[in-house]
């Protein structure tokens, strides 16, 4: 039972390049959710998605972008890297979009210099 | 701006001993509490979840819910090492739609 995979483990990009996180549950969870985690501060929402077809800014969407692929995949893009994306990303998934446990993934740790 | 307030630690607690964390929140119209468990370097694992007033046991952990003094607390009662890590809180609310709030964590060490 995987639960929420993410690719990659680590990352370490130049400013200004773009990439993509891979996300992917097999829960059959109805709602994913991206997440930064920086030192000294709680996770904050970066996009959401409440169901399959649908997605939402968070907290801090401000230079990336979503995709939900299907009900199983939700990928975070980075068009244009900034040392302030620095962190730790979790992607999780919920039951629903509603008071549900989040079931997170490994963590991918960024670095852009 | 909604707030959930966590001390950030470290609390040294001695082994066996009960370790008390505590959170508070700055939205009287939150609904639902959760306690996280983190160890270095790994995400986050739901410990306990929380919705009304009063205390809610499972095996060592207990949450207790204050909605009028707007506080949740976490307590482990005969502390393991292995309960060493950072313990965070996250507070729901309805907005517009389902919004959930993160402390920053509480590092708690177990001391052999």
């Known amino acids: 039972n995987a639960g929420v995979t993410q690719t990659p483990k680590f990352q370490v990009l130049k400013t200004g390049q773009s990439m993509t996180l891979q996300c992917a549950q097999d829960?059959?969870?109805?709602?994913m959710y991206w997440y930064r985690q920086d030192p000294g501060m709680g996770l904050r929402l970066i996009y959401y998605?409440?169901?399959?077809?649908?997605?939402d800014k968070g907290e801090v969407p401000n230079g990336y972008n979503v995709s939900r692929l299907n009900k199983r995949e939700f990928s975070l893009r980075l068009e244009s890297a900034a040392p302030s994306q620095t962190s730790v990303y979790f992607c999780?998934?919920?039951?629903?979009?509603?008071?549900?446990?989040?079931?997170f993934g490994n963590g991918t740790r960024l670095t852009v210099t | 701006q909604k707030e959930v307030e966590q001390n950030s630690g470290p609390l040294s607690v001695p082994e066996g001993a009960i370790a008390s964390l505590n959170c508070t929140y700055s939205d009287r119209g939150s609904q639902s509490f959760f306690w996280y468990r983190q160890y270095s370097g790994k995400s986050p694992e739901l410990i306990m979840s929380i919705y009304s007033n009063g205390d809610k046991e499972d095996g060592r952990f207990t949450a207790q819910l204050n909605k009028a003094s707007q506080y949740v607390s976490l307590l482990i009662r005969d502390s393991q090492p292995s309960d060493s890590a950072t313990y965070l809180c996250?507070?729901?609310?309805?907005?517009?739609?389902?919004?959930?709030?993160w402390g920053a964590g509480t590092k708690l060490i177990i001391k052999p």
């Open positions: 829960m059959n969870h109805n709602s």
């Open positions: 996250a507070v729901g609310y309805m907005d517009s739609n389902y919004q959930l709030i």
């Open positions: 998605s409440a169901s399959e077809g649908t997605t």
């Open positions: 999780a998934s919920s039951e629903w979009g509603g008071p549900s446990p989040l079931h």
